[in-house]
């Protein structure tokens, strides 16, 4: 997948991504454990979109004040509602929040003195050209309907809205598609977990050693991780 940007030298870097609510945050949060540089592009969405941000004004801009709540912040829940209820508006946020959330991971990549860097992207399979320059793409994959359980748990919705939130995202064959190594994390059991991401740091510990003694980095086979 790796794919030079112009004035560019990151670290070896690893993309993190799986459907929603497959468990990516969990995931990443054991990789900073173990020492990792860890860039959440959720979070760089909610910093390009603060109050007083040029996103935000862009945002208001195309929707108009009413996706505001009263303290000026942007209301977030008739926001997802809208986007995932009609794809040109969804669209429209992306043209908006993507390009300035790839320049802050850019940023965050170049500012990384760890080993590896890994970056987490939810829609990965749908951007994956913006990420190209990425060294390995890791899935965190879970069954659809496992997302559908703990997206009703965790968020209160109704299984129609959570139905939605599915079809909006790329199917779970063409995540796999792009994988280098997938995670599996459908076991409850976090010591699993826990056991499966130290695998697959000490691969990329070893992965990034390579890379710096070397011009072009590695591509070994699929691999997983169960």
């Known amino acids: 997948m790796t794919k030079a940007v112009p004035g560019f030298s990151p670290p070896f870097t690893v993309a993190l991504t799986g459907g929603i609510a497959s468990g990516k945050t969990t995931v990443a949060k054991q990789f900073e454990s173990l020492g ?17 941000s040029a996103g935000l004004k862009d945002i208001v801009a195309t929707f108009g004040p009413e996706v505001l709540t009263n303290s000026g912040e942007l209301d977030r829940a008739q926001m997802r509602r809208r986007v995932f209820a009609d794809d040109e508006s969804r669209r429209q ?8 959330i790839r320049d802050a991971v ?11 860097f890994m970056v987490v992207i939810p829609l990965l399979y749908e951007h994956r050209h913006a990420y190209a320059w990425v060294h390995r793409t890791l899935v965190v994959d879970v069954s659809p309907q496992t997302q559908v359980d703990r997206l009703l748990k965790r968020d209160g919705i ?29 076991s409850p059991d976090r010591t699993i977990l826990e056991k499966r991401v130290a695998s697959l740091h000490r691969q990329y510990l070893a992965l990034a050693k390579q890379h710096l003694k070397s011009a072009s980095p590695p591509s070994p086979a699929l691999s997983g991780v169960t």
Not at 93 to 100: A, G, S
């Open 36 to 52: 990792v540089d860890v860039v959440d592009t959720d979070q760089l969405a909610r910093d390009v979109i603060a109050p007083g």
């Open 93 to 100: 946020l992306e043209r908006i929040t993507h390009p300035r």
């Open 106 to 116: 850019l940023r965050a990549a170049q500012g990384s003195r760890r080993s590896y």
């Open 158 to 186: 109704d299984l129609l809205l959570a139905q939605s939130m599915l079809r909006t995202q790329a199917s779970r064959a063409e995540r796999l598609s792009i994988a280098d190594d997938r995670l599996d994390n459908e």
